[in-house]
């Protein structure tokens, strides 16, 4: 069962704007985390934002969080080519006593130079 | 990466041939995971561990098998390959100080 979804699917944008992305999931959880990854590549840890705080930044990303609406957003500012990639949220579940993560489809982001 | 290997990175194998893929951690994480990623299907766990020799079944256990004699090496066994278990396998360990899921660098997987 899919518990984030992403939103949009793909995002083309140009070098130094900013892109958003989309995270909406269904059941109560605890904290969320978002991901990124490269063409062919692993899945790089970007941020996690507990159920408790409404915001939370890490250099260029901005991660908000609503659990009133089950969802959050990744904010990248000033972006760069390099920052071309999947972005996947992820969200906790418990299976059979381990907790899994649940990840999205994944919005692939497109910075154009 | 929190210190987290996987081997071998590539390997293509014909159908019917046993398969055992490595993840290597070295910060003493008790939890390990093994996840495959497909198209349309994102990622799946296929198996978990809780600690050297406890191991439990995911989602898409069959066809795989698991074990784990040290806690910083978790091994992921296709006993007959087949052409549906061609994927891109990572393992995961959860750092439960910060509740945070740290992957592998990936095992691309084709099988003939």
């Known amino acids: 069962s899919q518990q984030g979804e992403e939103d949009p699917q793909a995002l083309s944008i140009q070098e130094g704007e900013n892109a958003t992305m989309n995270c909406s999931y269904k059941t109560s959880i605890n904290n969320l985390q978002w991901y990124r990854q490269n063409s062919g590549r692993g899945l790089v840890h970007l941020i996690l934002?507990?159920?408790?705080?409404r915001e939370k930044h890490s250099g260029r990303l901005r991660v908000t969080l609503d659990t009133s609406k089950k969802s959050s957003s990744l904010l990248i500012t000033a972006s760069r080519a390099a920052d071309t990639a999947s972005y996947f949220c992820?969200?906790?579940?418990?299976?059979?006593?381990?907790?899994?993560?649940?990840f999205g489809q994944g919005t692939r982001l497109t910075i154009n130079p | 990466d929190a210190g987290i290997t996987q081997s071998p990175r590539h390997k293509v194998t014909e159908t019917g041939t046993p398969v055992t893929l490595r993840c290597h951690q070295t910060e003493n994480h008790r939890y390990m995971y093994w996840y495959r990623q497909d198209p349309g299907h994102g990622l799946r766990l296929i198996h978990y561990?809780?600690?050297?020799?406890?191991?439990d079944k995911g989602e898409v256990s069959d066809g795989y098998s698991v074990s784990r004699s040290k806690t910083e090496d978790f091994l992921l066994t296709l006993e007959s390959a087949t052409s549906s278990q061609t994927s891109v396998y990572f393992c995961?360990?959860?750092?439960?100080?910060?509740?945070?899921?740290?992957f592998g660098p990936g095992t691309r997987l084709t099988v003939l």
């Open positions: 561990s809780y600690g050297v020799k406890d191991t």
């Open positions: 992820a969200t906790p579940s418990s299976f059979q006593g381990a907790q899994k993560l649940v």
């Open positions: 934002i507990r159920s408790n705080e």
């Open positions: 995961a360990i959860v750092d439960r100080d910060t509740d945070t899921q740290y």
